[in-house]
Every structure is written in structure tokens, then in C-alpha cells.
């Protein structure tokens, strides 16, 4: 049948061109891009998934800044307490020659300016200690139980027998309540409101210690009983009204550092504080042995006294060594921290590439694939628009 009002032909080849350029401005958009995935209709799923894969790894990115900006503060603090530590050293070597019996009062003296002269520089270096406009060594960055609270704390009786005898918040979020709660039998659950912790209890027997280390929420406790008491009713006397909170005090409070794309306590975020290392107001005995010593030493500088100095030197040296080697523990931690954040963003990279980074070599071919069915598709439109001339034939005839 020969009709000219309807071109079936025409029609069929214009439909397969039409697909053809479709498919050509795919291949020209994904090839320009470098994406196989430009908008939503190319891959709905694949453009949610490789959406969510880019946030983690921008926040996973910015989480080492952050693992790398802690590092820095530790190794702030830590050179700081490295140079008090060489006045330490001094003092002790100032003490020494004090307690010889070969020097009179007027030498001694003049070992006293110097100590004096240390000490006070021992209290500048503290004081002075910043990162970012946060004093280090102040105690500001060193979490406290609050000063209200009159719940669980050292000295508290948590059932007959057995009360807690040491209480290390140093690690927790300040201004939080920790509220404990008994879901069953020995276990005991902390829970800052949004992140828990559940840890099991040991029966008590007289003269025994135990400790509850919640390190999720930064609380560790130390429980010591005077005769025999089951683990059941020690948990369940957590629960009881007068023992069931913490409550730490606001306005300081350890520093918190982000080093995961999460939000847990304890695994994406890792709390760092530092001890008030000023010699005239620390609370660490340690420290103040060391300042009454020197205040002794500067009233009457006496032999007895200059020994006195010898063994507070002695201890304070220990004291900084410990906060040190914390220090440097922790910088190791975040040096892991920063390693293993790196080898997970790389691998999420990898996959966020496999589901929206386009395949140049498949790509180059779709692309040649659809240059020629293009070309051939309006080579063979141009033909089918020419059949129904062949209508004039019958029509001359």
C-alpha cells in the first residue's frame, strides 16, 4: 500500500534516532563530567548511596585535621612541662648544695634567690601554656565532679558494706548528669542521656576492691567492701535514690576531640585534659609538698630544710613524668587515630568511586556506538522521507 499522509518509515526512523541521541548525550555528559552518575534519573539508589559515602568521607577528612590539631595541643603541653621539668632538675640540684655542710647562710641565701626565681618561673610557664586562647595548665581543661552534687562521689555508701572509695571523671563530658540505672541482676548501666555503658559487678567480700570502668562515658569508679555482699545487690543499689547520678561541673571540662564521623562517646570523640600544673595552686600533693618545701627553705634556709626540698623535687618529678607519659600515650593514640581514619576514607573513596565515577573506557565506546547509529539514523531518515515520492511515479504514469 502506497499512502503519503502517514510516513511509518519516517516515523520508525525518527523514534531510533531520537533514542540514539539520547543515548550520545548520556555518553557526552558522563564523559565531560567524569561521573556515570549526573542526576537522580541516572542512578536514583546509586546517587543516595554515593551521597551519603562523600559526606562520611568529608567528615572522616576533616576528623584527621582534628586527630592532627589534638596532637599539637599535647605536644603544647607536653614541651611546656618538659622545660619544668629541667627546673625541677635544677631545683634539685640547688637543694643539693644547700644540704652541704660547707656553705654558710649568706651561699644559701643566694641558692634561695634562685629557687625563688625558679619557682616563680615554674608558675608562668603554667599559667602562660595556651592553645588556641585555652590555658593547658591551669586545671580549666580538667573535669571535676560539681560541687553541688550530692550523689555518687567518693565516700558514698552504695549498699551496706561497700561504698566507693575513688572516683576519676577526668575523661568525662563536664556539665553532664550520669544517671545509673539496674536492668538486671549484676549489671550495672551508665548513660549521659544519649550515649550507655554496661558493665558487670563482683560479689564483695571483706577487705575487697573492685572497679567500674565505664571508658565509653569517661567514669571510672573504685568500690571497696568491708565484709561479704552479693554483686545483685550492690547493682541494684546504684539505682537507689541518693546513688543513682554524677553530676560534673559546667563551664570546663577536658576537651573533646571529633576524631570519627560519629557521634559515640569514647570511640568517635576522645577526651583529652590536663592537670593545673602551677605550683602555687595545684591540687596535686605532689606539687604543693614542693611549694611548701620551697616556702620553708625561703623562710629558714636551714640544712633540714634544703633536704626537704631534695625529696619534694624528688616527688614532683614523678608527678610530671606521670602526666607526661599520659601525654605521650595519648598523642600515640591519635597518631593511630589519624592512620586508621585515613585507610577508612581511602576505602570508602574507593567505593563512593565504583558506584558514581564513570568507566571512560566502556563511556568511550558507548559514545563511538552512538556517533555512528546517529549518523546512520539520519542517513536512513533522509531515505525514508524520500519513499513517498515514489508516489509521483503512479501519478506521471
Do not use: H
Amino acid at each position: 500500500m502506497q499512502v503519503i499522509n502517514t510516513n511509518v518509515a519516517s516515523l520508525n526512523a525518527q523514534r531510533n534516532l531520537n533514542n540514539s541521541q539520547g543515548a550520545l548525550q548520556t555518553s557526552l555528559a558522563r564523559l565531560s563530567s567524569g561521573l556515570r552518575i549526573n542526576s537522580a534519573r541516572d542512578d536514583a539508589a546509586g546517587l543516595a548511596v554515593s551521597q551519603r559515602l562523600g559526606a562520611q568521607i568529608k567528615s572522616l577528612n576533616q576528623a584527621m585535621r582534628n586527630a592532627n590539631d589534638g596532637i599539637s595541643m599535647l605536644q603544647t603541653a607536653e614541651g611546656a612541662m618538659d622545660e619544668m621539668q629541667n627546673i625541677l632538675t635544677r631545683m634539685k640540684e640547688l637543694g643539693t648544695q644547700a644540704a652541704n655542710g660547707t656553705i654558710g647562710s649568706t651561699e644559701r641565701g643566694f641558692i634561695n634567690t634562685e629557687l625563688v626565681e625558679l619557682r616563680d618561673e615554674m608558675q608562668d610557664i603554667a599559667s602562660r601554656t595556651s592553645f588556641n586562647g585555652q590555658n593547658l595548665l591551669t586545671g580549666s581543661l580538667s573535669t571535676s565532679v560539681s560541687a553541688g552534687s550530692t550523689e555518687t562521689n567518693v565516700g558514698t555508701t552504695i549498699v551496706a558494706g561497700t561504698s566507693v572509695t575513688a572516683l576519676d571523671v577526668s575523661k568525662a563530658k563536664a556539665g553532664t548528669t550520669f544517671t545509673f540505672t539496674n536492668p538486671s541482676g549484676a549489671n550495672v548501666t551508665l548513660s549521659d542521656g544519649t550515649n550507655s555503658q554496661t558493665v558487670t559487678v563482683v560479689a564483695g567480700t571483706a577487705g575487697s576492691t573492685q572497679t567500674l570502668d565505664f571508658s565509653n562515658l569517661g567514669i571510672k569508679l573504685t568500690l571497696s567492701s568491708v565484709s561479704a555482699e552479693t554483686a545483685d545487690n550492690i547493682a541494684a543499689g546504684f539505682a537507689a535514690s541518693g546513688n543513682d547520678t554524677i553530676v560534673t561541673a559546667s563551664g570546663s571540662g577536658a576537651t573533646n576531640l571529633q576524631i570519627g564521623s560519629g557521634t559515640a562517646t569514647g570511640t568517635d570523640t576522645v577526651a583529652i585534659s590536663f592537670a593545673d600544673m602551677r605550683i602555687n595552686n595545684s591540687t596535686a600533693s605532689q606539687i604543693s609538698t614542693l611549694a611548701t618545701a620551697l616556702t620553708n627553705f625561703n623562710n629558714t634556709q636551714s640544712e633540714n630544710n634544703a633536704r626537704t626540698v631534695m625529696s619534694a623535687v624528688d616527688g614532683a618529678l614523678d608527678y610530671f613524668s606521670t602526666q607526661r607519659a599520659t601525654l605521650g600515650a595519648l598523642q600515640n593514640r591519635m597518631q593511630s587515630s589519624v592512620a586508621s581514619t585515613a585507610v577508612a576514607a581511602e576505602n570508602l573513596s574507593a567505593a563512593r568511586s565504583r558506584v558514581r565515577d564513570a568507566d571512560f573506557a566502556a563511556e568511550t565506546s558507548a559514545l563511538t556506538r552512538g556517533q555512528i547509529l546517529q549518523q546512520a539514523g539520519q542517513a536512513m531518515l533522509a531515505q525514508a522521507n524520500a519513499l513517498p515520492q515514489g508516489v509521483l511515479q503512479l501519478l506521471r504514469g
